[in-house]
């Protein structure tokens, strides 16, 4: 066991974990933040994704001990009430159905837009393609990163 | 086999035994709970009753009985209570309700059938809800009930410019005898229903707020996992190292447990590939995933017997083989049975006739993989079981099932067993298969302590109960002028058959027959989205394009002649699709796809099927680049009666189209000696992003018709519309799922 001063959401939290831990299960279990999902363990889906330094990785394959300074961003970081532009989109475009794959599709767009924030379709898609959703909302969540990254809704109106 | 005639557990409406609650409750507490803290959650819960409850001080929710697994009832079944009930949707709060058998009826996910079998049920809650709130106005303002109207949650009476909020009559309405023979609004009058509502968790989806079963938590809580044989055809023998293991960092137990006890007659549900597994308990997923890790079990192959089901009185003994079964073997075993007799399960006409006088006969056979269901949230639950009690917690698809299977195993009455829903984070079948509940349950009786199971990627997967595999032969008799005068389908499951005798084309040919098979396997199977409708719709709509072709034939007007000749003068008294919804189907994707005016130069792909009592059709348009389908468009028409909540509706269609079109291109399960050959996301293939569809457009026909279902009809149709554009755009056709792998051979 060791102790980590994490960068949370820009809040600093002391967990003393094995560490090998992953990201994922600290944050789970350890800090009480569930948004972030377990899907695969193996970075193969994405329901895990959070940020390092504003880029998206996978926390279930993020060992605490790697994480050192950098600052994690997670979903429960980008807003608390969905008012986060990409929130906004998801909540307009009426995106998910299970939706647990959501808060890593979420978390992945983010980072895209962040880093491009006029991204193309292709763009969208080898940014996303790690993110599975088995109930197929995929067309949903690309209308979404694209009316965030259009200056138009997807209503015509400006935003 | 494990299907089920859903209407044979319908039981009285609820309403008829009294069962609308118009409470008034005094403590309101955000309602779609956030499953964390016990105390909170039995604060929320335990009070709580019937359909519609409104406070004095006029907060009004609305329960949703059925689990919500990504469907969207959570939102379009309060959508219909409220309907009736005239209230402001924006404004009442919609509540997960628990299991509750005293106050609703057929609480699950299954057969795309919670708003068709609800309809009448929620409409009359609603109704009944607000009658009694007028007869409580009319009674305290002593006027006539007569001169009592409704508008979004106020109670009017003109003649005496009277008027109260809903919350105001609330509690001389709940003293009210329940009304019945309530009169119900007319189609034409709606005003929520017909109307999108997002979905009602949508906002503490996207922030993160916990939801699902795998968020739950609550003090004092360990985590489990288990472990269960590496290959199917094996069962435990002993662990072999449990004090090393209790010795690891955060272990507090290891020992096998038992799901099933040997004389336990199992019902529709209580299926599991292993009956036998270890737990390992701890108090953290990853430390409890370290000590799975290392601890070694001894496994044995498990003897062949005899699995007796009652299926509601209904006695049958399902013949479970010994054997560590390989997928090759399953392919010569359904060669071997298709030149077999198989079960007659529908004859019309002189079958022999047809095809000895037939001027061509084509003969194609189809195969389907087993496919694992790879729900987005692994198998989980909490479980806390005392002497007094049980307390389960999680997602799961046919809760009231589950917790009979749970009171014989548990010697526990069902009063002391309480099962909270949490949202599921997919379901598609597996979680009607909820012996990880049991195993939850019985975990936490013997460590004495809340536990959570939770299972990785690689158990979920592993754990067996799969679609199950199968294989079609279909024959089509055509005769000098291209007439189809002979049909015949001969089909097989493993170890279930996926045949529904009276189903288009029966009905349209002269001489049909249909026959089916199973072929005996130790490996489990469930239903999956759709089930068997999402083979058979696969093969007969291919093979239909097949003899279409044959018969020279645009495909869509071959097959709307058919439906011509069941509606005029069908063959056979038992068809049981209405020929002529169906054709209004095909004639709007038709019409919407342009497929007239683009079939000669586009790609294009057409199939359609009915199931679930919804009509679906779809024309599918693609080009090949670089030996890689891109999917340009999908046009999809559907006919599901009313459409509830449109816009969810749509969302449902576009997700069955993309969650088939991946199940189609890069789905299957296979098996060496036992061992399932995928175990992840790494080795199971599952659609992505840039693999989907680039536009997916949905109509609906539009009609008066009482909803029917919509999680799974449009589904089926598409592995054939595919194809059958594969077909178009290679000049390949596909036999076998998965396509990818025989696009490239």
Not at chain 2, 111 to 120: E, L, P, R, T, Y
Not at chain 2, 211 to 230: C, N, W
Request: proline share 5%; aromatic share 8%; hydrophobic share 40%.
């Amino acid at each position: 066991m060791a102790k980590y001063n994490l960068k949370i959401n820009g809040k600093t939290q002391q967990v003393d974990v094995d560490p090998s831990t992953p990201m994922l299960w600290v944050l789970r279990d350890h800090l009480n933040m569930v948004g972030t999902k377990f899907g695969c363990g193996m970075a193969q889906c994405g329901a895990c994704t959070v940020h390092l330094d504003g880029n998206a990785v996978r926390s279930c394959s993020l060992p605490v001990s790697v994480v050192g300074k950098g600052a994690i961003t997670t979903i429960e970081g980008l807003s608390a009430d969905a008012t986060h532009p990409i929130q906004k989109a998801w909540l307009e475009h009426d995106v998910a159905q299970c939706g647990y794959c959501q808060s890593g599709q979420i978390m992945s767009a983010t980072a895209l837009l962040k880093n491009n924030p006029k991204p193309t379709d292709a763009d969208i898609d080898a940014a996303m393609s790690g993110n599975i959703c088995r109930c197929g909302t995929y067309l949903r969540i690309k209308e979404a990163i694209k009316s965030v990254a259009s200056p138009l809704t997807p209503n015509g109106g400006k935003k | 086999m494990t299907t089920l005639n859903r209407r044979s557990f319908l039981k009285a409406s609820a309403l008829s035994g009294g069962g609308l609650l118009l409470s008034s409750f005094i403590k309101v507490t955000d309602t779609r709970p956030p499953v964390v803290d016990k105390a909170e959650m039995q604060m929320v819960f335990n009070q709580l009753n019937g359909f519609v409850k409104i406070t004095a001080d006029n907060v009004i929710k609305i329960m949703s009985p059925n689990p919500e697994g990504g469907q969207g009832v959570k939102t379009s079944m309060p959508m219909i209570v409220a309907e009736e009930l005239d209230v402001d949707f924006s404004k009442i709060i919609i509540e997960q309700a628990d299991l509750d058998t005293k106050h609703f009826t057929r609480q699950f996910i299954g057969g795309s059938q919670a708003i068709h079998q609800g309809w009448k049920a929620l409409r009359t809650a609603g109704a009944t809800a607000r009658q009694m709130l007028m007869e409580a106005a009319a009674k305290t303002w002593n006027v006539p009930l007569e001169e009592i109207s409704t508008k979004l949650g106020v109670l009017h009476h003109k003649k005496s410019n009277k008027s109260a909020k809903y919350g105001e009559m609330a509690t001389a309405a709940a003293q009210i005898p329940v009304p019945k023979d309530v009169k119900l609004k007319s189609v034409k009058d709606f005003k929520i229903i017909g109307k999108s509502q997002r979905n009602v968790d949508l906002e503490k989806i996207v922030s993160g707020k916990p939801l699902f079963g795998i968020d739950t938590k609550v003090e004092g809580m360990k985590i489990a996992m288990i472990v269960h044989p590496p290959a199917m055809g094996l069962t435990f023998k002993a662990v072999q190292n449990e004090l090393a293991i209790k010795k690891m960092k955060g272990i507090v137990a290891v020992f096998p447990i038992k799901i099933f006890n040997d004389d336990y007659e199992k019902t529709f549900f209580d299926t599991t590939q292993f009956n036998e597994v270890v737990a390992v308990i701890g108090n953290s997923t990853w430390e409890v995933m370290q000590a799975k890790k290392s601890l070694k079990v001894e496994w044995k192959e498990a003897e062949a017997y005899a699995e007796k089901r009652n299926m509601n009185g209904r006695k049958t003994t399902l013949n479970i083989p010994a054997g560590l079964e390989s997928s090759a073997d399953h392919a010569k075993k359904f060669v071997e049975k298709m030149t077999q007799s198989a079960n007659v399960r529908r004859k019309d006409g002189d079958i022999e006739t047809a095809f000895t006088n037939a001027a061509k006969v084509i003969e194609r056979t189809y195969n389907g993989p087993f496919l694992a269901h790879n729900c987005m949230e692994p198998m989980n639950f909490f479980a806390h079981v005392t002497d007094e009690k049980a307390e389960l917690i999680g997602p799961l698809q046919k809760p009231e099932f589950t917790e009979q299977a749970l009171s014989a195993r548990l010697g526990m009455p069902l009063e002391k067993i309480d099962i909270k829903m949490t949202r599921l984070g997919g379901g598609f079948g597996r979680r009607s298969y909820a012996h990880w509940l049991i195993e939850a349950a019985l975990i936490s009786q013997q460590v004495k302590a809340p536990i959570k199971l939770i299972y990785t990627r690689e158990d979920d997967m592993t754990a067996g109960i799969y679609r199950p595999a199968y294989a079609a032969k279909y024959r089509a008799a055509l005769d000098a002028d291209n007439n189809l005068i002979g049909f015949h389908v001969k089909v097989g499951g493993m170890p279930q058959s996926p045949l529904a005798p009276n189903r288009f084309p029966a009905g349209a040919v002269d001489n049909y027959l249909a026959e089916d098979f199973t072929i005996d396997t130790n490996l489990t199977v469930g239903s999956y989205r759709a089930p068997h409708s999402n083979f058979m719709a696969a093969a007969e709509q291919s093979f239909l394009d097949e003899v279409a072709e044959t018969a020279g034939k645009d495909p869509i007007a071959f097959r709307l002649a058919l439906l011509k000749r069941a509606k005029e003068n069908p063959v056979g008294k038992n068809n049981d699709y209405d020929a002529d919804r169906f054709a209004k189907v095909l004639e709007l994707v038709r019409e919407k796809s342009n497929w007239e005016n683009t079939k000669a130069t586009k790609k294009l792909g057409f199939s359609a099927y009915f199931c679930h009592d919804s009509y679906a059709a779809h024309v599918l348009d693609l080009e090949m680049k670089d030996g890689i389908p891109i999917i340009n468009k999908v046009f999809c028409a559907i006919d599901c009666g009313i459409v509830v909540n449109p816009n969810a509706a749509k969302n449902m269609a576009e997700g069955g189209i993309v969650d088939a079109i991946g199940a189609a291109m890069y789905g299957k399960m296979t098996f060496t000696k036992g061992v399932p050959d995928a175990n992840n996301f790494h080795n199971f293939r599952m659609i992505r992003h840039n693999e989907a569809p680039k536009a997916i457009d949905v109509f609906f026909v539009e009609n008066t018709e009482d909803p029917t279902g919509m999680g799974e009809p449009a589904y089926p149709p598409v592995h054939a519309a595919l194809a059958n554009a594969l077909y178009k755009a290679t000049g390949k056709r596909l036999y076998q799922q998965p396509f990818n792998e025989y696009l490239q051979t």
